[in-house]
């Protein structure tokens, strides 16, 4: 199956600066990569996703990055603000009809006011 | 909007109960999911049904079994719940497509077995 490493574990900013996390995936059939956030307490939400033929993508603060020759893909959060404080889950498709997702073990990230 | 429930936020049950959870969905998705959420491990994948009465194993489908006789119920059944099975579990459910799609999770039921 699909294996999803993510780093780091835990990532603490100052409010409005940059937070990046990345996340590596292992099998090269796979063709969808989302991106969700959980709120303590609270269901993980799709916060943005990428498809394999495509690079970039970009969603006013949330931007998501795909490297497929090296078989990894970054989130980048910009401007941080409090309400960003979370635990980010990566994930990648695999199975029949990349039905499955394979999570990462999250990163729980901290914005400083 | 996609609505995903499940029908127990808490549940406290002993050693050796049976237990039953379940996950209802609005959108006629064809995919339903069984997760497990413990700190530090991530979302791990306990079962998967493509359809009604379609079910594979994920990664961790020992003491578990999950029923589909509708196909916007999902089930999953503890035989006979243990104390190392007290976690939060998650439902989701989503589209079939061929290229992977987004799941929707319910909002979760924290099991604690005694």
Known sequence: ?????????????????SAVIKCTYSDSASNYFPWYKQELGKRPQLIIDIRSNVGEKKDQRIAVTLNKTAKHFSLHITETQPEDSAVYFCAASYGYGNNRLAFGKGNQVV??? | DVKVTQSSRYLVKRTGEKVFLECVQDMDHENMFWYRQDPGLGLRLIYFSYDVKMKEKGDIPEGYSVSREKKERFSLI???????????????SSETSGRGNEQFFGPGTRLTVL
């Open chain 1, 1 to 17: 199956g699909e294996n999803v490493e993510q780093h780091p574990s835990t990532l603490s900013v100052q409010e409005g600066d």
């Open chain 1, 111 to 113: 914005v400083i006011p």
């Open chain 2, 78 to 92: 503890l035989e006979s719940a243990s104390t190392n099975q007290t976690s939060m579990y998650l439902c989701a």
